[in-house]
């Protein structure tokens, strides 16, 4: 990728948290014109649970997660802002799924927050 990010969100849900292994995953999302995948993923699909679709693409060979797709966004690949290891990563725009949050977590106050999933004009600038 040699773009910025549509957008970079936080998430709570029980699912990320469980297929992360981590207590809060963070995602960027970048147009899928914007982006090349080379090489063979296997995939898993599964409902989010906002209720849409999404389905993790990973490397066959050390299992690492790639890139997603989610039905919601459909013209956008999702990737965790971990794969990028960059520490000057854009800051996530807003939380999602805070009612699955641990009461430890600390973020950004200002950060726009939500106890489920996002609410507002459609995302992607």
Known sequence: MTCDPSWTNVCHCKACQR???????????????????????KTYARPADSGYAIAFH???????????????????YGVAVGAFADSTFPLPEFSVWEE???PWLDLTPEMPRFARGRVGKPLGR
Do not use: K
């Open 19 to 41: 297929r992360t292994g981590a207590v809060i995953h963070s995602g960027a999302y970048f147009l899928q014109t914007d982006v090349t995948v080379d090489g063979p993923t």
């Open 58 to 76: 990973f490397c066959p060979e050390c299992g690492s997660n790639v890139y997603w797709e989610a039905s919601r966004f459909p013209r956008y």
């Open 100 to 102: 699955s949050m641990h």
